[in-house]
């Protein structure tokens, strides 16, 4: 049987007394090109918490609390499907990982351990969720403006994203008050920002979401006091 294995620290507390450690571990299990199991492993203390299991395409917990854990994966469609496109990266390679393997002379061990560590680099435990972003007019009463925009960010995963405000094309950092990332109750989050402003004819106010390498905008075009507000969509970052 062939295993690749990738190992991922999750995290590492200290206490006066006691040291917690948790893990987690992804592995691609198999004796050929038709016989493969994927497997996401979560340890805590060397003990196995929680386990999803191809075969049984499922989350499973070997405590209460665990139990209690892996059931919402498993009800987390995101997580799932995350699970399913991981297997299928294993069986994407899998063929070439056996012929290099079976042929270990010529350099081939080298690109063997090469290719098993590129699929493992390829799988990612837990899966990036785009937020749904929308742009709305607040009515709100005895602010000294006139007028406030709500920008909202529902639905994502992980917890890191930023909210950023643009006026014309310049950032804003006064009368902006944002909640922190709060959590929806599914393992998804949703945030909020609000701009209080005084309106003025043919403005553009932008609201930029950056979120996993990733930038949602919305934008609301001011006609007077009518607010229109534009589509939004996603693109990915380029870095220099």
């Known amino acids: 049987m062939l295993v690749l294995q990738s190992f991922l620290p999750l995290f590492l507390l200290f206490s006066s007394t006691n040291a917690f450690y948790g893990h987690g571990t992804l592995k691609c299990q198999f004796t050929s090109s038709h016989d493969l199991v994927y497997l996401e492993q979560v340890y805590f203390n060397k003990r196995l918490m929680v386990q999803y299991n191809s075969t049984l395409g499922k989350y499973e917990g070997y405590t209460k609390k665990a139990k209690d854990l892996a059931d919402g994966f498993s009800k987390s469609k995101p997580f799932l499907e995350q699970a399913v496109k991981n297997r299928e990266k294993c069986r994407t ?45 607040v009515v709100r009463q005895g602010s000294s403006h006139q007028a406030m925009l709500a920008c909202s960010a529902y639905n994502f995963y992980p917890k890191q994203i930023r909210l950023t405000w643009l006026r014309n094309g ?3 950092i006064n009368y ?50 009518f607010v229109f507000v534009a589509g939004l969509f996603f693109y990915k970052r380029t870095t220099a």
């Open 93 to 137: 390679h899998m063929d070439l990982v056996f012929e290099l393997q079976s042929h270990p002379g010529n350099g081939n061990k080298h690109n063997f351990m090469y290719t098993a560590n590129h699929i493992l680099c390829l799988l990612s435990f837990f899966p990036t969720v785009e937020p749904s972003v929308r742009v709305t007019p």
């Open 170 to 172: 310049e950032k804003v």
């Open 176 to 225: 902006v008050t944002s909640t922190e990332e709060l959590p929806d109750g599914n393992w998804l989050y949703q945030i909020h920002s609000y701009l209080e402003y005084t309106p003025s004819p043919r403005e553009e106010i932008t609201c930029m979401v950056e979120h996993s390498n990733k930038i949602a905008v919305g934008t609301a075009l001011l006609f007077g006091s």
